[in-house]
Structure formats: structure tokens, C-alpha cells
């Protein structure tokens, strides 16, 4: 049940419809609700708004639209854990994980995750807002919000928002303010981050922690894109797909009979080990490998892809993952599969060509979640505005130069003996692979030192593993463990 409490400056931040469009500067609206939480109820505070981001001269350049959950009704709740929440792109909205994951309110999705009518959303009861308080976090040109103009109407540049360390750097800005003002400086923090989110809570750890004097108990990637894979190509990206290949190739019953008759989680490391020891190395040779070695890597590597050896041999081992999206099924249903969630089927145009023509997940996704965050926002949240909710938002042209995210984060750890990782990925995901997950895990902290405070989970499931409903419960549940686990429970923070 919800119920609106009260309307903040209602009259000061309204739009007239007369005039142009404006997004509120410093503004929210606050609502009741309940939710049934693993069988309690659990009463919270739903705050939606806007707070502004200053220059280094105290003007505001943008206002970023924001949602808070908070428990109500419970004592010591400055010392509740708070999780800063965001998505990816870059130019995504929260909107993912904030109506289909973490929140107190879920889309109305079959089981499987795939669009129904009517439109909207239900209650949660898988919701981590028992354990945890929320705020989803939308960047500049996400959801509602957006650069301001100084007072001669002038935009500020681009420069200080669109780009991995000047999003990285307004960010902690912006999240100083709001723990000030919401008086959560006494709670245990987590920041959690959904794709490009990966490589952004991975800076936002040392920015945090050396810019703005916040210590983190947490930092949690999901189908976390780490640029330092993705854009490296060649040898070491396209090895660590062949897992993905399998699991999917598993999941279409596109393997040979010995490999399709054993569960994912028996199929997966040998494949893993084959992929490391034996691919890599075999590509790394490029036109110099010996024929008689090329042959039986294409062998081994259409036995765990359900590709044929004649394709793989065609690609000189190096397949890549959009002509696999239109391969796997080419010569049976004629159907393409998706890039995020290779479970979802497409049909092009034509079965000849090297890609598919759509991405069948994602046109499902933004079917289901478009109209129910608008509905939600206005209905329940009760924010009414002309201005577009900017579902993905132009970002201009990213800047990706001087990426340390990666080491950032060892850093941020290394500093911090309290802050433990956790990372959360779906076997079928062809974007962020599970396995190039693992592998920056690895590669964070290459001395070993910090293994311990790492921990990672797969989904059988795609890129938002918790559409799935199992999953939902599943991904829900780690995250409850790992809050507990990163919980100091009274010891210091201190190396012995």
C-alpha cells in the first residue's frame, strides 16, 4: 500500500505548461510505502527528486535526479547500511536495477523476464531494502537529469560530465552532498554499479575515499564492462568468450551429446581451462601457428561452441561474438540470438550476413521498462513533468583516456582493510562476459594479497540476471550474504 505524505515547494517546482521546459534545481517529493520482505513487512520512506552538482566554484552546472528508499520505523537507523546505486551505457538510467533488482517494487515480467500486459510494476518481495537503504542515482543526461544553464543562458561543457574520470569526480562530489544531507555518514556504504557501472564504482572507490573521506564497506559489480578487456581485441578478449560461447551453446542444445548431457556448472570450467591454456596461446600465434595446431584448436573449439570447424578455421580462430549471435542458429530455426541475454531469439531479415540485424533483448527490455518507470514515477512516486525520462541519454563522445579504474579499486583496498568486492554475472551474457568478470577479478590485485575479499556469483541468466525470477531470489539472497560478510561486526580495520 502507498500513500502520499506530503508535496515539498509543490508550487515552486511545478511546470507551467506555457512556458519551455526546466528541470527543479533542489526539490523532492516524499511518499509512504510497505512491502512484504521475505514474509515482514517492511515499512519506508520513498524520497524522489533532484539535487544540484557545483563547480569547483560553487555554481551549479546540472541537477541530478535521484530516488531514496529508506526504512522507516526501526531504530539506530543511521547505522543501517546505505547502497548508492547506479547503471551503465554510458548514458543509462537507474532505471534497471532500480524497478527490476534491488527497490521495493518489481516489473510485471513473466518468469523468464519477457514483456506482459498490463504494463507496470508489483511489489518486490525479494527486495534487499530488509537489509539496506537505497538511492538510485540517474547521471547527467539519465533519467531526469541534466546540465543548467548559467545566468546568460550558457550550458556548461561536456567535458565535465562525459567521460570516465569527470563522471567519476562529480559523482563522489554529489554523493558527499547527499550523505550530509540525508545524515548517513555513521552507516556502513556500498556502491553498486551495473555494466559501464563496473568501471564506475571501480573509480568511484579511490575517489571516494581520497576526494571526499568516504570509506566504503563494499563495492559491487554487475556484468560489470571492464574497458581494459573490452577493448583490447586480439588474443586475451576473444579466448575469454568461448565460455560464453559454451554456456549458450549449451543452453540452445547446440553441443555434442557428451557435453549436453552434464549440468552448465560441470561444462564450464573445462572449457575455462581449455580457453586459457590452450586458445590464448594458440591465437596469440596468429599466421605463424602450425596448421596441424590450428586444426585441432578449430576441432576443440567448434566441440564446446556448436559452431563448425569450417566457420572457426574461416575467422582464424578469433570468432567474433556478433557473428556468433547469427551463426549458432543459422542452419536450425534460422533465428539470431541476443547480445545481452543470448536466451532471447531475433528474426532478421535475411539468414545470410555476419550480424544480426536487432537486438532482440534489448527492444524486450525497453518494451517492459519504458512505460512502467513513466507510470511509476508519476503514479506512485508522484513526480509529474513534460520533461522526457531519458531511458538512454546522449553522453557525446565518451571520453575513455587515462582508465586506471581497475587499479583504483586495488588501491581503494589497499587503504581500506574494511572494503571487499563482490561481482555478479550471467553465463549467457555476450556483452560483459562472465568469464572476463573473473578474469579483472584477477587481474585487480595481481599480487594475491586481497584474494580473500573478492567473490563472485553466476546466473543462468543474462546480462540483468534478476529478470529471471530465480534468479531474482538468488542474486537478491548474495547480496544479503555479502552485506553480512563485509559487515566489520566490531573488528578493526587494520592488516595483522
Do not use: C
Amino acid at each position: 500500500m502507498k500513500w502520499y505524505t506530503s508535496f515539498l515547494l509543490l508550487f515552486s517546482f511545478l511546470f507551467s505548461f506555457s512556458q519551455d521546459l526546466k528541470i527543479p534545481i533542489d526539490t523532492a517529493y516524499t511518499t509512504q510505502g510497505s512491502v512484504s520482505i521475505k514474509g515482514k513487512t517492511v515499512n519506508y520512506t520513498a524520497e524522489t527528486g533532484f539535487q544540484p552538482v557545483w563547480n569547483d566554484e560553487g555554481k551549479i552546472i546540472a541537477s541530478l535526479y535521484y530516488t531514496y528508499y529508506k526504512r522507516s520505523n526501526i531504530t539506530k537507523a543511521k547505522n543501517r547500511p546505505i547502497i548508492y546505486s547506479f547503471n551503465g551505457g554510458p548514458g543509462s538510467a537507474s532505471v534497471w536495477m532500480h524497478i527490476a533488482y534491488t527497490g521495493p517494487k518489481v516489473l510485471n515480467i513473466d518468469d523468464e523476464g519477457y514483456p506482459i500486459q498490463p504494463y507496470g510494476v508489483k511489489d518486490n518481495p525479494y527486495s534487499i531494502l530488509d537489509v539496506a537503504d537505497i538511492v538510485f542515482i540517474n547521471p547527467v543526461n539519465t533519467g531526469y537529469s541534466r546540465k543548467v544553464a548559467d545566468k546568460n543562458g550558457k550550458l556548461p561543457s561536456d567535458k565535465l560530465f562525459f567521460g570516465i574520470n569527470a563522471d567519476i569526480k562529480y559523482l563522489a562530489s554529489w554523493m558527499n552532498t547527499f550523505t550530509t544531507r540525508k545524515d548517513r555518514w555513521s552507516s556502513p556504504k556500498y556502491i553498486i554499479g551495473e555494466s559501464y557501472g563496473g568501471t564506475r564504482v571501480m573509480g568511484l572507490s579511490l575517489e571516494l575515499q581520497n576526494k571526499q573521506w568516504m570509506y566504503l564497506n563494499g563495492v559491487i559489480m554487475v556484468s560489470p564492462a571492464d574497458y581494459k578487456v573490452l577493448r583490447t581485441g586480439g588474443p586475451l578478449a576473444s579466448s575469454l568468450n568461448l565460455p560464453y560461447y559454451a554456456a549458450t551453446a549449451w543452453y540452445h542444445n547446440r553441443l555434442p551429446e557428451a557435453l549436453q548431457q552434464k549440468d552448465l556448472l560441470d561444462v564450464l570450467p573445462e572449457v575455462e581451462e581449455f580457453a586459457l591454456n590452450d586458445l590464448m596461446p594458440a591465437i596469440a600465434k596468429g599466421g605463424f601457428i602450425a596448421p596441424n595446431e590450428k586444426a585441432a584448436i578449430a576441432k576443440k573449439m567448434s566441440y564446446y561452441s556448436g559452431l563448425s570447424e569450417n566457420v572457426i578455421l574461416q575467422h582464424n580462430l578469433d570468432v567474433p561474438t556478433s557473428f556468433f549471435w547469427k551463426e549458432l542458429l543459422r542452419d536450425t530455426s534460422g533465428k539470431t540470438i541476443g547480445r545481452l541475454d543470448s536466451r532471447y531469439l531475433g528474426i532478421d531479415k535475411t539468414d545470410a550476413g555476419t550480424r544480426p540485424d536487432y537486438n532482440p533483448e534489448l527492444t524486450s527490455w525497453l518494451h517492459s521498462f519504458t512505460p512502467a518507470i513513466n507510470a511509476y514515477i508519476q503514479n506512485e512516486l508522484g513526480f509529474k513533468t513534460d520533461v522526457k525520462y531519458n531511458v538512454f541519454g546522449n553522453v557525446g563522445r565518451w571520453d575513455n583516456s587515462n582508465d586506471r579504474t581497475r587499479d583504483n579499486l586495488r588501491q581503494a583496498m589497499a587503504q581500506n582493510p574494511y572494503l571487499k568486492v563482490f561481482t555478479q554475472s550471467g553465463y549467457y551474457d555476450g556483452a560483459t562476459t562472465y568469464f572476463a568478470a573473473k578474469y579483472s577479478q584477477w587481474q585487480i590485485d595481481p599480487s594475491g594479497k586481497m584474494k580473500d575479499r573478492f567473490f563472485f556469483k553466476g546466473y543462468r541468466s543474462g546480462h540483468m540476471m534478476y529478470l529471471r525470477h530465480e534468479d531474482l531470489i538468488k542474486a537478491n539472497d548474495d547480496l544479503r550474504e555479502f552485506i553480512k560478510a563485509s559487515s566489520s561486526n566490531g573488528t578493526s580495520a587494520k592488516y595483522e
